[in-house]
């Protein structure tokens, strides 16, 4: 019917075929018809244009006119099109259904998502441009590789959960930070409780139930404990989204391990718990200035150690100021500039000034904070009040000096005593000396006329003329002995005693020293003599001998009835050296005396009474072997006794 009712008028009525070619040339996606070309065998060789409507024509940048009837190959050379697409049109008209796939053209960024639909031998095919959903899919791909990426990095846990549905979402690392191998296990928010510290649950549930209430962010913190019985922090951060006003549709969170975090804190803590009890105690003071601000801060204690009751409205530096003592404070002040600038650490002592006047000496240390650039930041330092122990310094320093006073005032008295005591022994060595000079001189005489004597009186040796002969001789002989050691002794005092060493045979004189003391000593004690048979030496003979007439002497003398005195000469190559031992048997030398009869005019305790002697002999023996640079020693022997040994160096 027309418009009036009648019946359709059918010079008004479309061509179908016009309509076709309108609706043809109005899509906006390209559209175009194809006839396929067999070969002999009914195979797809190719395919021809028959149709294309503008769009296409326009993406192609060709005109209907030049194209229609061309093949693939002819219409796109070199993009082998016909070779690409033949097994996907084999497939339309093998299964003879509608078939979608996508394009994408080498070298550009366009991708086309082709229908293509089989009719008779024609097939029609639609395109349409995805270029921009697909870049949009790479895109949120590549955002999302980065966000993996990141998340991995940072050991970042990732959920997510849906209250309606019950999907939860974990990524890998979600589930190594709660101890499970990654998606071993289906997700869940029961799976995830399970996984928290049953002490916690409680917690965190009523968190969770809150935010998803109040459809606002949250974050709360649990324990989890893995399979090999190690317990680890989680912190969860997140947010509920909503979709629908009113509805929330998923949480989204965060999950990180901070247990190493947690246990750096309370090391920290304890740290400064530490520290505050310690400067408590030791009534430290810690101060902080802060360059940027200028901002000086300082702890409790250092009010009190500046005498500060009522903070002060000016700043903590002007009170720091206002406190140091005025000829204190420019040398404080710089020493500070000079720590800023790298010169020196800032470790100072000044005084301050307390309300009450009183004068209090502190010790200052701190250190400088640099950045990267090396300009200071900041500037920590300690407080600490030093007044007893500088007191005390002075008091010590006062009473050294009275006693390096004494000391001074003692030392001059000694000196004096000691040059009095040396002048008197020089006094009494000049004394010894000129005495024994003057006895000497008689006492030849003497022992001269006495030796005649005994001479003459030889034929009758029993008659009273030789026997007082004989002791005046003896007697003499021991005077003579006693004169020249208190000479020697007064030598070595005055410093005019010395030796003349020369080359010499110590056997021979140790042999010729022995015989001496064979003729001349009691009969009834003998000496028994071991050496080698030649050893030369460097040795004032006449002194070694006097030396060895000493030892043996006392050693004769000391000896009891048919006893043994042992004389024994070895060398010690390895030491370089000779030693000549004198043993006897007699009372022995107490251990406590064993130097001190090497000093004048001393005497073994065992040998005072009875024994003769000056005491001298020992202490010339030791005096002419120390010149020849040996020693002589004294020691007890096993089984009573003594043995003195003088050792000599070997040329």
Not at 28 to 49: C, K
């Amino acid at each position: 019917m027309n418009a009036n009712g009648g019946a359709p008028d059918e010079a008004n009525t479309p061509d179908p075929m016009s309509l076709y070619e309108t609706v043809f040339n109005q899509i906006l996606h390209e559209v175009h018809i194809w006839r396929l070309v067999r070969d002999a065998d009914g195979n797809i060789q190719t395919w021809r244009l028959l149709n294309a409507n503008p769009a296409a024509l326009k993406a192609w940048g060709k005109s209907l006119a030049d194209i229609k009837g061309l093949t693939t190959d002819e219409i796109f050379p070199g993009v082998e099109a016909t070779a690409t697409f033949l097994p996907i049109v084999e497939k339309i008209f093998r299964e003879r259904q509608p078939y979608s796939w996508e394009v994408h053209f080498e070298g550009t960024d366009q991708t086309l998502q082709m229908t293509s639909i089989p009719v008779d031998e024609v097939f029609i095919s639609t395109g349409v441009d995805v270029s921009g959903i697909r870049r949009s899919e790479r895109a949120f791909l590549e955002a999302q590789k980065r966000l993996e990426t990141a998340t991995e990095a940072a050991q970042l846990g990732i959920w997510s959960f849906e209250p309606d549905s019950g999907r939860t979402y974990w990524n890998s690392l979600a589930f190594e930070l709660h101890g499970v191998a990654p998606f071993s296990a289906e997700p869940s928010y029961a799976f995830w409780l399970s996984c928290v510290h049953a002490e916690d649950r409680e917690h965190v549930e009523q968190v969770i139930g809150d935010a998803l209430r109040k459809r606002s962010a949250y974050r709360v913190g649990y324990r989890t404990r893995w399979p090999d019985a190690s317990n680890h922090e989680i912190e969860l951060v997140g947010r509920v989204f909503e979709v629908a006003e009113g509805e929330p549709s998923r949480m989204v969170g965060i999950l990180r391990d901070v247990t190493a975090e947690r246990t750096a804190r309370e090391s920290l803590q304890r740290a400064h718990r530490r520290l505050a009890l310690a400067t408590e105690s030791g009534g430290i003071g810690v101060w902080e200035w802060e360059l940027a601000t200028d901002a000086l801060l300082w702890d409790e204690q250092m009010y009190t150690l500046y005498g500060v009751r009522d903070r002060e409205e000016r700043s903590v530096y002007d009170t720091w100021a206002s406190r140091v003592h005025p000829q204190d404070l420019e040398r404080a002040a710089g020493a500070l500039q000079t720590a800023l600038q790298g010169g020196a650490d800032y470790d100072t002592e000044f005084r301050v000034i307390w309300p009450d006047g009183s004068i209090h000496v502190i010790h200052a240390m701190a250190r400088v904070t640099r950045g990267a650039d090396g300009r200071p930041v900041s500037m920590t330092g300690l407080n600490w009040e030093v007044t007893s122990q500088r007191r005390m310094e002075a008091e010590l320093k006062a009473a050294n000096a009275r006693l390096e006073e004494r000391v001074a005032q003692r030392t001059q008295e000694l000196e004096l005593a000691k040059d009095a005591a040396e002048a008197a022994n020089r006094a009494k060595s000049e004394f010894l000396a000129n005495m024994s000079h003057e006895l000497r001189t008689p006492l030849h005489g003497i022992l001269g006329f006495a030796d005649l004597l005994v001479e003459r009186s030889q034929d009758d040796e029993a008659s009273e003329a030789h026997r007082y002969a004989t002791r005046i001789v003896k007697q003499g002989t021991q005077l003579l002995n006693l004169v020249n050691d208190l000479l020697d002794s007064a030598k070595i005092d005055y410093g005019n005693f010395s030796v003349a060493l020369e080359p010499c045979e110590l056997t021979d004189l140790v042999a010729a020293v022995v015989d001496e003391f064979e003729l001349r000593s009691r009969s009834d004690v003998h000496i028994a003599l071991r050496q080698p048979e030649q050893i030369p030496i460097r040795a004032d003979p006449r002194r070694l001998a006097q030396v060895l007439r000493n030892l043996l002497a006392n050693a004769v003398r000391l000896s009891p009835k048919d006893a043994t005195v042992e004389v024994d000469v070895r060398v010690d190559a390895t030491m370089h050296r000779v030693e000549v031992e004198v043993a006897d048997r007699g009372p022995g030398i107490p251990s406590g005396e064993l130097e001190a009869i090497f000093d004048r005019f001393s005497q073994s305790s065992k040998t005072k009474s009875g024994a003769g002697g000056t005491g001298l002999g020992l202490s010339i023996a030791r005096s002419i072997v120390d010149m020849h640079g040996g020693s002589l020693t004294a020691f007890n022997r096993a089984g009573g006794g003594a043995r003195f040994v003088c050792v000599l160096p070997l040329p």
